[in-house]
């Protein structure tokens, strides 16, 4: 890290030129060739897949329906006679197809209410690229009486960009003036975040050219690249400034900023890139396109902050501390100080009403369901949401569940024995080999998931049962028995890593202990407030399947930063003093200030999108700000100090290892970290 300080600094124009080259580059290569956005994953060797590769080019599903609503009737003349002409300017586009293909039909709808006030008719999509010709056509429909919508994901109206990460940069803004009373020392953590999420969003554009994602991935690389490149930023700011203050020049400050905070920077940049692989465990598609979002966001602004930042450092010099607040003592490190004494008087007591807490929060989290978002959770200005309730309306919940069997031969009596399962609304013969099968119930209700599982159970072997919905209920049942095997992976890889950086075998285990009691504490409240929909905000349903492991991979890698902030110090003071209690409350105190600082700007970004339209997203959002939010305020303030202090000098055994005091040289060379 000090060689890189170094070169930066002597080439500080060209590194910010070169900076500047990249993020051009970058936004010009991802606007003429952007990779494309999937909407579907499959998941090889299930049977819903199985039925697919038996169906082959046999049968295509739409890309979406237009749904067609008139109160009147819309079967009457004059909406048929308009519904025709929107439905030939749509098949007229190139790559579309659209109209009844059922022989027989009600033309030109394929399907139409027993009320007769809801129609429907299938749109295939060849080019994707053409749902936006498609909406703007439904979008430009006039017709006394008469209203036309769009299903399918293909159609949905994506989430306003700019708005959130506004919001969370203003947030940041706002606390990183609080914590620096300077402007300029404030502006750097914001333009490193800024920077680094721009080259981070464009590579991964461009990579979707290789691996196809979902269009909510780049927001995935947003929330996170913004999140930590800031916080990242903030520690060398705040390192660099505590150097300056010391009567340090400027060179030798950085250098100093960049060997103590810096390297913590790399560290934490790596752990939470690493954890965050473990999302590949989500098949090779969607979990592929998942990591590649989480590095790309991490990794532009950990590089970012580790040559970037130093560079704009060496140029500003003393000016950082210009237009700002007059400086003022802080009270933090007394207040922490006092809060340890606290802590370390009474550690049973605090330590057993912080767990108390925690346990209270995780409860819900017995309750998890894994499933997958549907229209029904988008706002009802999008067309989707609006068809999606109509059709419900028109045809029954079950109508948005629709179930295909299908079979290597004739069916013979499955679909007859279909029929007459209990959660059965009606089962509709496409062929020899393939029926509809159409529920009693929608797609997030739990009986509809049983009946798959009652059909598959009861059906003749060669029968397979697929669909939407099954393949939803496939890809949940593979995430969660693929969750356990990430979850010892990452705990295992971050113990032996922790372990060797502290020469403890005790110290690891309580950071695994109590990061898994804060990130089960944020799934208790994301099952609350999403699943039992306890603040009734209309969201009740299964949580999006994905969301479970990708919120365990990220608050994993994000709370061991924290636990290595702090722990760092800890041991560095017990190393030099060899008292355990002196070291917990001058640990804490020369951490909590930055700490602070860092988890509030991560809780506001990450709170920002959750406000969201799209649910998954949302979810988020309110996972990783409850995650953070806990993490800094009863994790690390109340249970790692009584923790450490309960366990007294015991924390920093380890076998074949005589503890004793080392040498300022020594504890500069093993404990890098310096003053946060």
């Not at 006679?81 to 022989?103: E, F, H, M, S, Y």
């Not at 020049?249 to 103590?260: F, I, K």
């Not at 509809?448 to 059909?455: D, G, K, M, W």
């Not at 923790?643 to 080392?662: M, Q, S, V, Y």
Request: charged share 15%; aromatic share 6%; hydrophobic share 55%.
């Amino acid at each position: 890290m000090t060689a890189l300080a170094r070169c930066c600094l002597a080439r500080a124009w060209l590194v910010v030129a070169a900076w500047a080259i990249a993020v051009v580059a970058l936004a010009l290569g991802a606007a003429s060739a952007p990779g494309a956005t999937r909407a579907e994953f499959e998941l090889p060797g299930s049977e819903s897949g199985r039925a697919l590769e038996l169906l082959g080019d046999e049968f295509t599903a739409p890309s979406g329906e237009l749904v067609v609503i008139a109160p009147g009737g819309v079967r009457r003349e004059r909406v048929r006679t308009a519904v025709d002409a929107l439905v030939a300017r749509i098949a007229a586009l190139p790559g579309v197809r659209a109209g009844a293909t059922r022989p027989g039909g009600d033309a030109p709808y394929e399907r139409v209410a027993d009320d007769g006030t809801v129609a429907t008719m299938p749109i295939h999509l060849d080019d994707p690229d053409q749902a936006a010709a498609v909406a703007k056509l439904r979008a430009g429909f006039r017709e006394p009486g008469v209203t036309v919508e769009l299903s399918g994901d293909e159609f949905a109206e994506p989430a306003p960009g700019g708005l959130a990460e506004g919001v969370g940069l203003v947030a940041a803004a706002v606390i990183l003036f609080v914590a620096f009373g300077s402007l300029i020392a404030t502006a750097l953590p914001l333009l490193i975040g800024v920077v680094g999420v721009t080259c981070g969003v464009c590579l991964l554009v461009l990579l979707q050219n290789l691996i196809p994602s979902p269009d909510f991935a780049v927001y995935v690389t947003i929330m996170l690249g913004l999140a930590v490149g800031i916080d990242y930023a903030l520690l060398v700011v705040t390192r660099f400034r505590t150097s300056l203050a010391a009567g340090l020049p400027v060179p030798d400050a950085v250098v100093t900023a960049m060997a103590t905070a810096g390297r913590s920077v790399l560290y934490a940049g790596v752990t939470v890139i690493v954890t965050g692989s473990g999302i590949l465990l989500l098949g090779p598609e969607l979990g592929a396109a998942l990591a590649v979002a989480v590095a790309c966001g991490v990794l532009a602004v950990l590089v970012a902050s580790l040559t970037l930042l130093p560079a704009l450092l060496g140029m500003i010099g003393t000016r950082i501390d210009r237009f700002g607040l007059p400086r003022r003592r802080t009270d933090a490190g007394r207040i922490a100080t006092s809060w340890s004494g606290v802590v370390r008087r009474r550690p049973g007591l605090t330590g057993a009403l912080a767990l108390g807490l925690l346990a209270a929060l995780a409860l819900p989290a017995a309750d998890l369901r894994f499933g997958w978002s549907d229209a029904s959770d988008r706002p009802v200005t999008d067309t989707t949401r609006r068809a999606h309730d109509a059709i419900v309306r028109g045809f029954g919940p079950g109508a948005e569940a629709s179930l295909l069997l299908v079979a290597p031969g004739p069916l013979g009596d499955a679909a007859e024995r279909a029929r007459r399962t209990p959660g059965v609304a009606s089962v509709i013969p496409l062929g020899d080999r393939t029926a509809v099968v159409v529920p009693a119930t929608g797609p997030q209700d739990e009986r509809t998931e049983r009946l798959v599982h009652r059909l598959r159970a009861d059906l003749p072997p060669p029968v397979l049962v697929t669909g939407a919905v099954a393949a939803g209920i496939d890809y949940a049942e593979h995430v969660l028995n693929r969750l356990p095997y990430l979850i010892g992976a990452v705990l295992l890889a971050s113990y032996l890593l922790l372990m060797l950086l502290f020469r403890s075998l005790l110290v690891p285990l309580q950071a695994i202990v109590l990061n898994l009691l804060s990130i089960g504490a944020a799934y208790g409240v994301v099952v609350a407030v999403f699943q039992w929909d306890v603040l009734g905000l209309g969201m009740a349903g299964p949580i999006d399947a994905w969301v479970p492991m990708m919120l365990f991979v990220v608050m994993y890698g994000m709370s061991m930063d924290y636990e290595v902030f702090l722990l760092s110090r800890v041991h560095e003071e017990y190393l030099r003093t060899g008292d355990n209690a002196r070291a917990v409350a001058q640990g804490l105190a020369r951490s909590a200030r930055v700490i602070t600082a860092a988890a509030a700007i991560m809780f506001c970004v990450f709170a920002a999108f959750g406000a969201f339209d799209d649910r998954a997203l949302r979810t988020m959002g309110v996972g990783l700000a409850t995650a953070v939010l806990i993490d800094a305020t009863v994790v690390r303030l109340v249970l790692v100090p009584a923790a450490l202090e309960l366990f007294g000098d015991r924390n920093w055994w380890f076998p074949g290892t005589a503890r004793r005091r080392a040498a300022p040289a020594e504890r500069q060379a093993v404990w890098p970290m310096g003053d946060l």
